[in-house]
Structure formats: structure tokens, C-alpha cells
């Protein structure tokens, strides 16, 4: 499912307008970006958890050349299914 095909079943869902539902998704997207580059997470019971996973400072190799490269440390965002969905997709 793409973002027009989540947008036509959200308004579906809702009994909503196509127009309102894109603003919502937007809305939605934006809040958890923000929130996520400010290091914060955000917890839907019984959906998941978006949360910033911190990547430490390593050490990889080029596979060509084989030699060491210095890879730095990064946040990068992750998602934590909840045991409702989970569940769900278990059935």
C-alpha cells in the first residue's frame, strides 16, 4: 500500500473526504518526524512505538579495496510492532 492508497481507505474508513484524509496522514508523518529528530518517541497502545535507535561509531571495510573505513555514529528511526499487532499478524 502507497500513501494514495493509504489516503483512499483512511477517507474510506472515516467516512471522510479524500482531502481531509491526505491532511491527516500529513499531520500524522510531520508530528512523528519532529518528535523523533528531537530524540523523543511515540507510543500507540497497542500499535507500536517509533523510537530513535542510536548507532554507534564502527569500523566496516570496503569490500573492493578491503580497506577499513571509519563509519560514523548515527540516530537512525526504528519501529517496535505492539503485541496487538503483532498479534494480529500472527492469526
Do not use: W, Y
Amino acid at each position: 500500500m502507497n500513501k494514495v492508497e493509504l489516503v483512499e481507505a483512511i477517507a474510506k474508513e472515516t467516512g471522510s473526504t479524500k482531502k481531509d484524509a491526505e491532511a491527516a496522514v500529513k499531520a500524522f508523518t510531520k508530528v512523528v518526524s519532529n518528535e523523533l529528530a528531537k530524540g523523543g518517541s511515540v507510543q500507540l497502545i497497542g500499535f507500536g512505538t517509533f523510537e530513535v535507535a542510536k548507532r554507534p561509531a564502527r569500523k566496516g571495510h570496503n569490500p573492493l579495496t578491503k580497506a577499513v573505513v571509519n563509519i560514523p555514529a548515527k540516530n537512525a528511526p526504528k519501529f517496535k510492532a505492539g503485541k496487538a499487532l503483532k498479534d494480529l499478524c500472527n492469526k
